[in-house]
């Protein structure tokens, strides 16, 4: 299964924030594996930088 993530400006905006400034760690970490995966980046990939697991992605 191929997943892909079209992430607007505005919205690639707000995950940059968020990935920085959220005061929950998870929150951050998902804001981060977004961001990744608008640019691009596989699954695994992603989760292998934020180790986490490939699910979680």
């Not at 919205?11 to 608008?38: K, W, Y």
């Not at 691009?40 to 989760?47: D, N, Q, S, T």
């Amino acid at each position: 299964m191929k997943c892909v993530v079209v992430v607007k400006a505005v919205e690639e905006l707000t995950l940059q924030q968020m990935s920085i400034n959220h005061p929950h760690r998870d929150a951050r970490t998902r804001a981060a594996g977004l961001l990744m995966l608008g640019r691009g980046l596989k699954p695994r990939a992603i989760a292998a930088q934020l180790a986490v697991s490939g699910q979680s992605v």
